[in-house]
Each structure stands twice: as structure tokens, then as C-alpha cells.
């Protein structure tokens, strides 16, 4: 640093003029081709540089402007940018050469195969969380830990630089419980359910969801249909405070910083790796202050675990990286064979929840099960409730409506309640043939909620109505596609009408 | 692609307003925040937009505007999509959601660890050459095939499929010969000496090079200091026609289009795995049209082959994908323990090739010697010469200024002849003990050769005046560091100073 210091010297000073660019997950900044910077530093095109405002300094890819969109003199930052540098209009900014970033050898050495020290990899994730990665490296880093690229040490190296590279909420000393269920599921969202249970018995369960990596909807997003998810830390610990419970976004709080910038990458590429997934699950509950966690890994044919076999390998990774970071966990494997509820979707599943909370007759009984599952696996964990007790005493505070006045409760201390809202446009899917569901392809429905626009429209998705042994009618409804335009209705219709079949009638 | 044409209605059409913003190596698109396409067809940051002038379409990343840059019914595009879609200003342009590219189903199986199959490697080449794999794709794709990250069926494979997707040459059923050097020595720039011979002997060479990807120059870079090298597929066939061989940039005539996107990432990445090395280069002789190879693999402690053991499993693979695509090749294992000449950079590089070729009493002899050898390895190859007899009859060559003649004629074909010049700022590094020199780090030589700007910067780079084996004396003159600015000279010595010692005096 000392060196990229030196070279802020007059010759690099150029006026911010903002143009209102907002660019993906990277910081751009826009220089003038004939600015006396760039001719005399000899930046090029596929450079990246750092841009210093007073003591704040980023990594910016350079973008050369040949238009009067600048002015001599001027130079452009992309919003998150602006942001990152607190930069005003019409300061003055310098730029500099940008030093090769050490840790990329500890990247390329991992693409070659090795593994990383526990410092190799803080290095790693300390570059990342500053932003000097670009999306390449990122990528790059993604994709060499991916498959099996990962030994156990470096999934705890992992998750232990991300926790340290973030904020972590101290509670005190005493029982903090978390759960987490490991996706792949449509419309398995229990989380709602289980924290409503949990702290209506007065347990604390401080609970951070992700949004969707690959899915039509994560819990923050399902949950920002019913209230606010985008707490800071000091929002988190009022509302836990009040009301032993919360559901919020972990993005916000900066509890793992690292895994927020790695899973949108992740997201583009699409790919969850077993590695990544444990550290970004594990690495938040520790930062939120968790001590005892109960997972929840569905196994089935079209879920992200498709054999008993690969749950147990995950099961037994997760326990030894678990235990090496200090939690007490149970890993509960569950049947992830269909859809849970009848939603997929976050506004559609967000419906689902509320149904089950106020006991409506129609509440979809699989979710309800499930939900009071784990409940009452966290209050057995806990050890304030004997052992076999934890599913009778769930159910009483989920039927005398308890459970479902604490979710409000919750809600509001997040900051608002809602009802969900229905989709403008839906679409009917009717069966071709008469017969008994035998199977259903979760990946491809929910492949097709995504087309119509989940998560990123709320109300979009899928209504699914004929779980495994739902004797059907030709021309009955299987399931209805929610969405909140008809060009993203036709995209998902598109992609179903060329498909073959998604449900097995027979 | 059918569906991607129906949604090019009336709705989504927009004026391209130029903002002359060079993006790096992917195409951008600019859309207002509050534009009826961002708002109809739910676009978000992090999003990627198909877009259309006409029949032509590209793939781009969305950046939106909240500014005055664009008014309302104006797109931008970054001028390198401009390029590509030939877009005049005020066009109107149209755009769409991208559908899924479906060949990154594959590139996420090879993450995975599985092998593609031939067709999965053609499907995965086509749409990089299409520009639908934005960098967090292409670095994706060539993190899992890097390390021993492929088998040699998919090595051959990526060949086949980069020659389907560029240009060919055809040359009739004559020989036509090639040589290549698997990098990582500096200053070993025999190329243009080799083809100044053979070609002077008549053999038909169509030599194409690469730019730098990890080192300080590449025979591109250094051939671009004294001639032209950015020659189309028609000035190539007209300049060997005239000459029996050339010496250009292997990018510009587009015969291995995907190839040269990869290498941009590769360099990024600053990672050069060895199936897409044998892929690129083995590409690029088929698709020049060659169909005899000599191949130079120099080893060394800091070579880019470290051991003669990864040399021979190098040899090996090359000749096996060499093989199956027809090629007649002969490896040569050479010894990589230092630089080669004293040159290290473009411009300095070329100073000693012209310095070989005019037999110049301070000429190289070890570039001289490597040379000599490779050109008649390259006549025997041919069958032209007897065995034996290669070596003595490329000397003749050299000796007697035809080859030298030859490299003229060559340069003036190709569009100028000029002579290398030097930096404005040099930098002596002095001996700190008097000594032998008994090892020397080409890395880290390489890096300070960088660092100064090479090879972008042409002069810029190291002249290296003590080979292994050399007395010298302390306060003697080890090396000069050349570079074009101050700014960039104080960068090169700031690693200098960092490191412990580069050349061992003993």
C-alpha cells in the first residue's frame, strides 16, 4: 500500500463528474482516452486500477471514453462506486497503477489442484470482501473449489475467514438456536414456521435467510412479501430483543460479507458447491450468534441431494466442520421426493405460511408437518424440552395460535405486516390423460417459476395442486403459472411447451 | 432462437444514442431506469439482454441509467457491440430477455469433473465464438479445464472444435511447415530467425503468433516493432505467396476466433493450462494450414516446464492430439535455464533478432545457436534435406545474409520495415558482490520486464548482459531495466527492491 500511495501525486488528480451508470457486482470507472493520467500512466483497455478519494481507496475496471461525456480533466465512477468511495460531484479523485493482488497465486495454485493453508485462504477472502477481486477471479475461485476441489481444512479455513471477515452478534451466554434447510426444494419454507414456534416458547433464534441462488425464491425473498428483511445489525438485535425471533436477509447485516459478493457469481454460474455452501450457511450462524443448529437436508431424485448417499457425505461434512468451529448440530435427511406446499414462488408461498400459521383448513398438512418437524428437533437440541417431547409440544404452539400472533409480532418489529398479493396473469396447466401423479420434476417447475419471473417479481411462480398420489381427471388442473407480464408468461410457457412431461400421470 | 425473434416486437424497440464507451472484452448495453423495456420486461442489474440491429444480434451486459446521458426511448451500446451489430447512430435497435445458453449445462458437468464429449466441446466453442459467454463463463470454463483438469480425447476435441469455428488456410497438397516454442523463456525469440531461413531455403511457412498472455512480449509483440502483424486471412496468402513465409498475429485473420477470447481471460487470470495450450496451438497450425510442426519445449528450474518429466508428459499429449488431427510433428526437449539473448520486451528483442540476422559481431550467439538448430530440425522434418544435414545448411543460410534478405523482403510484404528504438528511461542494476553468476530467476526477471510496461509499452522491458557462467565484478552492470515512463519505472524497481536476489553470484 505504502507504494500505491506514492504514485497519488498531482499528475493523477481528475475532477468526479457522475453519470448515473449503475454496472453489475464490479466498480467501473470512465476516463477520458486523451486524459493526461491515462497517456501518461499508459492505461489501456482490460486494465483495472485503484481510485483513491482522501483515505478510501477501490479496485474500478477502466472503461476509455472517445465522446464529450466527459470533459478533460473528468472522470466517471459507476454508482456502487460513488458509493463505495462516499465520492461527491465535482471532487477531486486520484487513480493509481493497481498492484498485482497477492492472494490470486493462492487462487492459481488452487486451480492446479493444491490445497490451501487456513492463511492462504483468509488471505483469499480478506481480498474479496475489500473488492479487489474481479468477477473472473471470483469465478475462477468459485470454480476450482467446486465439485470435490475442497479437503475438510480448507471448508473450515473457509468458513472461519468469512466469519472473521464479517460482523458477528454476541448474545451473551446463552442458548442460541438456528436451523437451516439445505435447498433444492420448491416451496419447502418452513423457516417462517419453525422461528414462530421456537421463540413463541421463549427460545432465542436470531435467523438469517439468503435470497434465491438458484431457486425461485430464498426465504428473504419469500419473507419481504409479508415485512421489511433488509435489517442492519442493530435492527437485528431490537427486534430478537423484543421478541426472541426474527426473519431477516443476512445480506445487510454483513454477517458474512464474502458470501454475499460470492453468491451472485455463484448465481450467474449457477452452481451451489458443497464447499461454498457449507461455509456460507455455517459461516452465518456463527456470526449471528448460533450455537445450536439443526439442518435439514431433503434427498430425492430432482432436489439438490438426489441419494441418501451424497446427504450422507454432505451430513458428515457439515457435522466436522460444524464441530470444528464450535456448534452443538443435528442433521436431520428428510423425503425431498416433491414440492412442499402448494406454492413455488415468494408471494404464492408466502400464502402457503400464513395458511398454516392461522390453521385454514386448506393449509397445505405437508409443510405443516415438516415445519413442526424440525421445531421440535430445536426444542429436543436444546435440551429445555425431554427428549420426545419436541414435535407434541410444537403442535400446541402452532394450534392454539400462538405461533401465528408471535409471526405478526415479529413482522411488525421488522418493520411492516402484509398480505401477499396475487399475480395479474395466470395460466392453467391441465392434465393430457387420466391416472395417479407418480413423480414430479422439481428442477424443471422450478425452472419454469423462474422463467415467469420468481423471485425477482414477487408474485410470480407456480400454484402446484396434484402432489404424488393425486388421482387426476384429463383437462384437470395440475398447476397454474403466476406472472406479472405476459413476456415473461409466454417465456415460461415457451420452455414448457418444450419439454416433455413434468409430472408422471399414470 | 425462434422464440428470441418472436419477442422482437414493436414494444421493444429503441434509438441507439452513441456515448463512445469502450468497454473491456464483453459488449454492454446502457438502458434507462425508467425506459417501458426495463419496466415491461422486468430487467434488473446483474441481468443479460439479447440485442438486435436487424438480422444480427449479440448478447450484452445490462447497465441501467439514471441520468440525463440517455432520454427516454434511447439505448446506449459499449463500441465494441456497436462494432459488432454495426449500429449507426439513431438506429433503431430492438432487445430481449437471453434465453438459457444451454452449452453452460456443460461447462457446469465439467466443473463437476465429468468429460465433455465432443459434441459438448463444439457446442461450448460455438457459443464462445458467438460472444454468449460473458468472463464469469469463459474464466468458469477454463478454471475446470485447467490442471489436469482434461483428458486427452477433450483436448482434441477443443482443437477440432477451435478450427471448425475460425478461418483455414488451404494450400494446396504442398508441405508446409511451422515451428512453435512453448513459452516461458525470455528473450527466446528464434521465430522470426527460423522463418527468415526456411523460408530462404523455399520451404512455404505461414507462421502465425500470439501476443504475450503471461510474459513481457510475445513474437507478436516484438515482429509488431518492426512490421506490420494485424493481417488479414488475404494479405497472409499474398505476403507467403510472394515470400514462402510470413511472421504475423495469428488474432487478426480470426483462425482461431475462440481462442483469442479465451487468451484474453487466460491472461487476466494469468493461468495458461495445458490442454488450452496444446488446443491453441495446435489450432492455429491446422488452421494456417501447416501440416509439419516442430515443436521446442524448453526446460528449466524457473521455464514454464520446471522438469523434464512434465516436458516429456507435454511432448507426449502434444503428439498424441497432434496425431489424431493429422499433423507430422517432432518435439524438441531444449534446455530453459535462462533468458535467451539479452533482449527481454518487444522492442528490445527485436533489437537482437536484427542483430542475429545482419551477423553482427555482438550478436547472441545462444539465440543464434537455438535457432539454427530448430530451422534444421524443420528441413529434415521436411524430407528436403538429408538427415544430418539440416543444421550446416541453415548456417549457410544465416552466414551468407539470405536469410537475413528474406526477413526484409518478409517485413516490407507484410507493410513496413523499421528498426527497433529505445526506452527514454533506463535503470542499471548493479552487482552487489563480485562473482560468478550460477542461476537466474526468469520469473521473476519476466515480472520487473512487466511491471516496466512490456509488452504493451514496446520498449520497455530488460536487457540482460550477464549470462550464467559470467565473472563479474562488484558495482558491474547486471542488467538494464527500460521503460517509457517514470511513473512505471519506479513501479518495476519497487518489486525490484522487494525481492530477495534475482541472479545467484557465487
Known amino acids: ?131 479487489d477481486y474481479s468477477n473472473v477471479f471470483l469465478s475462477a475461485f468459485i470454480t476450482a473449489c467446486a465439485g470435490k476441489g475442497m479437503q475438510t481444512n480448507e471448508i473450515i479455513s473457509l468458513t472461519e475467514a468469512m466469519i472473521a471477515t464479517g460482523q458477528r452478534i454476541n448474545w451473551g451466554p446463552k442458548i442460541v438456536v438456528d436451523k437451516h434447510c439445505i435447498g433444492g426444494l420448491p416451496g419447502n419454507r418452513t423457516t417462517p414456521i419453525v422461528v414462530s414456534i421456537v421463540s413463541s416458547f421463549g427460545l432465542t433464534i436470531p435467523k438469517t435467510s439468503s435470497r434465491a441462488i438458484t431457486s425461485p425464491a430464498g426465504t428473504a425473498d419469500t419473507m419481504e412479501v409479508m415485512t421489511e428483511v433488509n435489517l442492519s445489525m442493530e435492527q437485528i438485535i431490537e427486534v430478537v430483543d423484543k421478541e426472541d425471533g426474527c426473519i431477516v436477509w443476512g445480506g445487510t447485516a454483513k454477517l458474512s460479507p464474502a458470501d454475499d459478493m460470492l453468491i451472485k457469481v455463484e448465481k450467474a454460474l449457477d452452481i451451489d458447491s458443497e464447499g461454498q455452501l457449507i461455509a456460507s450457511v455455517l459461516s452465518k450462524k456463527v ?169 425477482e417479481n414477487k408474485t410470480a411462480g407456480i400454484d402446484f395442486l396434484v402432489p404424488i398420489g393425486t388421482k387426476v381427471e384429463k383437462e384437470q388442473t395440475l398447476y397454474l403459472i403466476h406472472a406479472e407480464s405476459k413476456g415473461e408468461l409466454n417465456y415460461a410457457l415457451e420452455y414448457y411447451n418444450s419439454q416433455k412431461e413434468i409430472l408422471t400421470i399414470q
Do not use: W
Open 1 to 131: 500500500m505504502k507504494s500505491e500511495m506514492k504514485m497519488k501525486d498531482q499528475t493523477n488528480k481528475l475532477i468526479f463528474k457522475r453519470l448515473g451508470i449503475h454496472t453489475q457486482n464490479e466498480h467501473h470507472a470512465y476516463m477520458r482516452e486523451d486524459c493526461h493520467v491515462c497517456v501518461s500512466e499508459g492505461f489501456e483497455a482490460l486494465t483495472r486500477i485503484r481510485v483513491f478519494n482522501g483515505e478510501k481507496s477501490i479496485v474500478a475496471n477502466l472503461n476509455v471514453i472517445r465522446s464529450q461525456i466527459l470533459q478533460p480533466g473528468e472522470i466517471s465512477l459507476s454508482e456502487s462506486a460513488v458509493a463505495a468511495l462516499s465520492v461527491k460531484e465535482e471532487a477531486i479523485i486520484s487513480v493509481s497503477h493497481l498492484h498485482p493482488i497477492k492472494s490470486l497465486s493462492h487462487v492459481r495454485s488452487k486451480i492446479y489442484g493444491n490445497t490451501l493453508s487456513s492463511k492462504q485462504m483468509d488471505e483469499i477472502i480478506r481480498d474479496i470482501v475489500r473488492g
Open 287 to 455: 456470526a449471528s450468534g448460533s450455537n445450536q443448529i439443526v439442518i435439514d437436508i431433503p434427498v430425492g431424485e430432482t432436489a439438490k441431494l438426489r441419494s441418501t448417499h451424497a446427504a450422507n457425505e454432505l451430513k458428515s461434512e457439515m457435522e466436522k466442520v460444524g464441530n470444528a468451529i464450535g456448534l452443538k448440530m443435528k442433521v436431520v435427511i428428510s423425503d425431498g421426493s416433491q414440492p412442499v406446499g402448494r406454492g413455488i414462488g415468494p408471494a404464492l408461498e408466502a400464502r402457503d405460511i400464513l395458511a398454516v400459521l392461522r390453521n385454514a383448513p386448506h393449509a397445505p398438512q405437508d409443510l405443516k408437518e415438516r415445519a413442526l418437524l424440525l421445531a421440535g428437533e430445536i426444542l429436543e437440541l436444546s435440551g429445555k424440552v425431554q427428549y420426545g417431547d419436541g414435535l407434541k409440544i410444537s403442535r400446541d404452539l402452532l394450534d392454539s395460535g400462538m405461533a401465528y400472533e408471535k409471526f405478526v409480532a415479529i413482522c411488525k418489529a421488522q418493520g411492516r405486516f402484509s398480505e401477499p398479493e396475487t399475480a395479474k396473469y395466470q395460466y392453467e396447466i391441465k392434465a393430457e390423460s387420466a391416472g395417479t401423479i407418480t413423480k414430479v420434476d422439481n428442477r424443471r417447475l422450478a425452472k419454469i417459476a423462474k422463467l415467469a419471473g420468481a423471485p
